[in-house]
């Protein structure tokens, strides 16, 4: 698990983080890519994550689920949105509870990524938490290794190891060996999908092998 605890002002925030990161969000800004907020965008938001999870090969959860959990949260839940050129291209979910704000959801368009688009969409969620007077952003679990961990490791964030139990309740457990032989052969066949099928089956995919 990442976490990342925040600074007391903006001001603070914009000084402390890594000069690079710095760079990366003005070159991000360069690019005119404009905020948005708000529940409405929920809708904007799950088709970025959709086209990023397609492109990765793995299913994702549907729209109406997403809303649904975006209401069930009232005003803790928020979406945050990056568009450019009247196209949303990146955004993140975020839920607040006490002083801690999480984000579960976060996703960028690929053919997005040369504007930086990750580096904006984050320091927006740190600096709106410092307005808040929030204490600490917690960042999620990532694989050890991976580049999503190193990304939230130059912002500064801590690590705590965390240990996964699964138990199936028919079957045997899945395998969670990501280059296993039958685990690549699943993600091709997912990629080659098109978009409106992968988006058609996600939600029963998930709901029959991810709940």
Known sequence: VASLPLWQT?????RCIRGKQRNCIRKAREHGLLLRGGP?????FHDVLAENMH???APIYGLRWMRALVDAFGPAADVITLHHGGRCVSGAVTVTFRDVVAVPFASSRPDALPMRPNDLLYWEIISRSCARGLRELDLGTSLR???ALDFKLHWGAR??????????LRGR???????SRSVRALVALW???PRAWADALGPAVCRRFLL
């Open 10 to 14: 903006q001001d603070e925030a914009w």
């Open 40 to 44: 409405p965008e929920v809708g904007r």
């Open 55 to 57: 492109s990765k090969g």
């Open 145 to 147: 290794g991976s580049t």
């Open 159 to 168: 690590t705590t190891p965390r240990s996964v139990q699964v138990k199936a």
């Open 173 to 179: 457990p899945p395998s969670f060996d990501v280059g």
């Open 191 to 193: 990629q080659r999908l």
